[in-house]
């Protein structure tokens, strides 16, 4: 079965959840599946440290994009797939397994999904959200002290030394390589209609 693909790019924190909860919420559930990035990021013990120990999550090297490729492409060959959710590292979470069902409509989501050229190229429409750099930085505060459990003090660090830097230079060049740009400052609930909207003319493609 063929499926259309829609690539949702964007830094941290700039709404790129809040995006996929509308869509999938106003949707038909069996007629859209989600694929997300995360988790496609490398194990803990895989991943690269560097002189103080400290893993950059925000490196495109970090995820294994190249899975993600393969999943992506048996997706649209009509292949069930599953795939053990990303907790984040944290030891006290029990990782869900997740089932990743064909669909008229794929939803890929993360970071880096514009980084390998050949999961670019199977992408049908891609969609970059953008927010300025300090509400990036507030609403991070605000999910990673509350859902994450991290310090302050970890991730301020952390936005300083790899969060801001790799944004710049890994994932804002992609920016203007997509479709559809939606600022999200305040909100943006007249792109969300209009993304849906445009998803509900390709579901009756399918099903003409």
Do not use: W
């Not at 694929?35 to 294994?64: A, M």
């Amino acid at each position: 079965m063929s499926s259309y693909l829609l690539g949702i790019c964007g830094g941290s924190a700039s709404g790129k959840t809040f995006l996929l909860h509308q869509l999938m919420g106003q949707l038909p559930p069996d007629a859209v599946t989600l694929v997300s990035q995360d988790n496609y990021y490398k194990r803990l013990e895989d991943q690269v440290r560097d002189e103080d120990g400290l893993v950059n999550f925000d490196h495109p090297d970090s995820v294994n994009l190249s899975r993600l490729h393969d999943d992506i492409r048996r997706l649209l060959a009509g292949e069930t797939l599953t795939v053990e959710e990303y907790t984040f590292n944290n030891v006290a979470a029990r990782p869900k397994q997740i089932v990743m069902r064909p669909a008229p409509i794929l939803i890929l989501e993360g970071l880096f999904i514009f980084n390998k050229p050949e999961l670019a190229q199977l992408i049908d429409l891609k969609v970059f959200v953008e927010a300025e750099e300090h509400i990036r930085l507030s609403r991070r505060l605000r999910r990673d002290t509350a859902e994450r459990g991290y310090s302050m003090e970890s991730i301020l660090r952390d936005y300083e030394k790899f969060v801001s830097p790799m944004y710049r230079r890994h994932i804002l060049p992609f920016r203007d390589q997509c479709d559809l740009i939606i600022p999200n400052n305040r909100h943006m609930y007249k792109a969300i209609e209009a993304l849906v909207n445009h998803l509900r003319v390709k579901l009756q493609d399918f099903s003409a």
